[in-house]
């Protein structure tokens, strides 16, 4: 770990601890010299005066050299590119959400049948977004759709045992499709 300092543009001076951190690790020290030149070639890598290599007295790494294949051509060179390391930032303040009664869900309820905006309602609410949706949904499968009325115009009748409409057929003898099934 070291220390810098950085004079900003407006006249302030920043102080800065480094923190080292671990990008690879090599078996040798020749392979490890070599992506450090690399890293140094493009850029990345900014010798700190307090570092590691420093304190060891390690020689300095050099670029290395345009390899070429044997078929004449250079080869691709490695780009590495290091993002630093950005301050965490501090967790946002979640917004108090409100909690409605059954009249002012059942009110949005309502609305969003009639083609409300989930995101105006939700708002007008002070609740999450989700959560409207959420229970929109539960509260839409939860609507009884009423039978159709069974009468002779549209060939309709009531089942005997639950009583619901079903279209008759010549084995139904006077029940719907669930009951028949039961036994």
């Known amino acids: 770990m070291g220390y810098e300092l950085k004079t900003r543009d407006d006249g302030t001076v920043d ?3 480094i923190i080292p951190v671990v990008i690879a690790n090599f078996r040798d020290l020749a392979h490890a010299e070599r992506y450090y ?8 890598a900014k010798p700190v005066a307090s570092s590691r290599a420093a304190e060891l007295n390690l020689p300095k790494a ?16 490695l780009m590495v590119k290091v993002q ?9 303040e979640r917004p108090e959400w409100a909690t409605p009664g059954d009249a002012d869900w059942e009110q949005a309820f309502q609305a969003l049948a009639n083609g409300g905006d989930m995101k105006k309602i939700a708002a007008a609410l002070n609740v999450n977004v989700y959560k409207l949706r959420a229970k929109y949904g539960a509260w839409c499968r939860n609507q009884k ?39």
């Open 84 to 92: 630093p390391a950005e301050p965490k930032a501090e967790p946002e």
């Open 145 to 183: 759709k009423p039978d159709p009325a069974p009468s002779p115009e549209t060939g309709m009748e009531t089942c005997r045992l639950c009583e619901r409409a079903f279209k008759p057929t010549a084995e139904s003898d006077g029940r719907c499709a669930r009951c028949s099934k039961d036994g």
């Open 62 to 77: 050099e670029p290395v050299p345009e390899a070429r294949s044997s078929s004449g051509k250079t080869a691709a060179k």
């Open 37 to 44: 030149g690399i890293l140094a070639e493009t850029g990345a």
């Open 15 to 17: 102080l800065v601890e």
